[in-house]
């Protein structure tokens, strides 16, 4: 394949663009090499701009389940443009997008719609943080929850480590409110609770991880959570920004049967625009401005463009449940095919799968939390990486990030990648 026209693209780039992208993953950092510059996408498909087809497993990282530029997403979104694109008043659209939400997710009564994952995550730590009347959150190390201050947080070991900021501008005030523990390790957050009694106000969690890859909850590890958080006073945030309308229609909660007291999404309910929203019960969302004392607002929140797409989106994800039923026999389709060719050529790797979230670890251990994450070999992810998509295939420039499986696939388009798999195998 030629690269000449990205690469030119992105020479331009770094002359007016930090690093020359708008999210530092984009950069190929982790993985070595230039980023391809994408053109235009239809379906399963990406187009660069040197011309190159990738059957694509990044999906904008998670939103595109019905494919890229599906026609009823794309028509809402231009019909409503077409009226104007943004008032800064209430609109009729945000009332109905929001109780479409709220039929699909179990256990909240109201919503709150922001501009990104990361402001949803910000302010349900906010909302918990006046709920609660406690100032300390526990996180788990290896999950992300956007780019807030109080998420940058490196990981410390032993069991009340206090967090320490990992990116200048994060103040160390900021971080001792960080509370870092494992995941899956239930005994690491009791004895959190333990040595902070009566501090923490919120434990928030990635209910199933996909930014140390793809890594399942263990049996009773949510249940375990949620006992924690009643037994102790503190509020249970769910991340559901990749999980949310992608695993069920009710995300993890429905899932795994285990309700949080506040919900994140951001991703799919935008239908690829720039959308989040934090969800709870009304005990807990009346205390938001302008009802309550815990201030939120956004300009642009709500956008109609926005709220156009993401409500088409949720009218088809709500209509039945067969398009989960499909992504999970695709991806177990998928699973499988890499297992069998890995296995043929002799690869030590792991693969963790929880439904249309899929990742393969060059590690032949268990892979349970960001320890074990960082035990894959890099090196030959890289090559896997650089050799998969000279072969058109698409997946994250990062050995640390989750593959998420459209609807838009064929079992074709499957078949080429693992077929493509196996001769990568070959050379790894
Ligand atoms: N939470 C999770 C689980 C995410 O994966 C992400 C982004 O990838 C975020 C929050 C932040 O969302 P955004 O990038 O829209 O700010």
Redesign the pocket.
């Known amino acids: 394949m030629l690269y000449q026209r990205s690469s030119q693209l992105f020479v331009e780039a770094n002359e007016v663009i930090p690093g020359g992208v708008n999210s530092p993953v984009r950069a190929f950092k982790g993985v070595g090499g230039f980023p391809i510059f994408i053109k235009e996408a239809k379906g399963a498909y990406l187009f660069d701009e040197d011309g190159n087809r990738y059957i694509d497993y990044i999906n904008s990282?998670g939103p595109m389940i019905l494919g890229h530029a599906h026609e009823p997403v794309v028509n809402a979104i231009v019909e409503k443009a077409k009226k104007g694109t943004s008032f800064g008043t209430p609109t009729e659209l945000e009332t109905k997008i929001a109780a479409l939400a709220i039929s699909m997710v179990p256990n909240i009564d109201k919503i709150r719609f922001v501009n990104?994952?990361?402001?949803a995550?910000m302010s349900a730590i906010r909302l918990a943080r006046g709920y609660t009347k406690r100032d300390k959150i526990i996180k788990f190390s290896g999950?992300?929850?956007?780019?807030s201050d109080s998420f940058l947080i490196a990981a410390g070991s032993g069991l009340s480590t206090f967090g320490v900021p990992n990116s200048p501008g994060v103040t160390v005030g900021t971080a001792k409110d960080t509370l870092l523990a494992k995941y899956n390790d239930l005994e690491n957050v009791k004895g959190l609770f333990e040595a902070n009694k009566n501090e923490i106000a919120a434990i928030i969690v990635?209910p199933v991880a996909?930014?140390m890859g793809c890594i399942p909850p263990k049996e009773g590890f949510l249940a375990g959570l949620k006992q924690l958080c009643e037994e102790n006073g503190a509020v249970l945030v769910f991340?559901e920004?990749?999980t949310g309308f992608r695993l069920a229609k009710g995300g993890v909660q429905e899932l795994y049967n285990v309700n949080a007291d506040i919900v994140?999404f951001?991703?799919v309910i935008g239908g690829g625009l720039p959308v989040?929203a934090f969800a709870a019960r009304n005990e807990i969302m009346n205390m938001l401005s302008p009802l309550g004392p815990v201030y939120q607002a956004g300009t642009l929140s709500g956008n109609p463009l926005a709220m156009a797409a993401g409500y088409q989106m949720l009218l088809e994800l709500n209509a039945s449940s067969e398009i989960f039923t499909r992504l999970d026999e695709k991806t177990a389709y998928l699973e499988k095919g890499i297992h069998e060719v890995l296995s043929k050529n002799n690869i030590e790797f792991t693969i963790n799968r929880v439904g249309s979230m899929i990742s393969v670890h060059f590690d032949k251990n268990e892979v349970y939390d960001f320890e074990t994450a960082k035990n894959g070999d890099n090196e030959t992810f890289k090559k896997f990486f650089h050799e998969l998509l000279k072969r058109g295939i698409y997946i994250a420039p990062s050995a640390y990030e989750t593959w998420f499986i459209t609807d838009a696939l064929t079992y074709e388009d499957l078949d080429y990648t693992i077929k493509c798999i196996d001769e990568v195998a070959k050379v790894l």
């Open positions: 990282w990104s994952g990361t402001e995550c999950c992300y929850h956007g780019h990635e996909g930014n991340d920004v990749m994140c951001g991703k989040g």
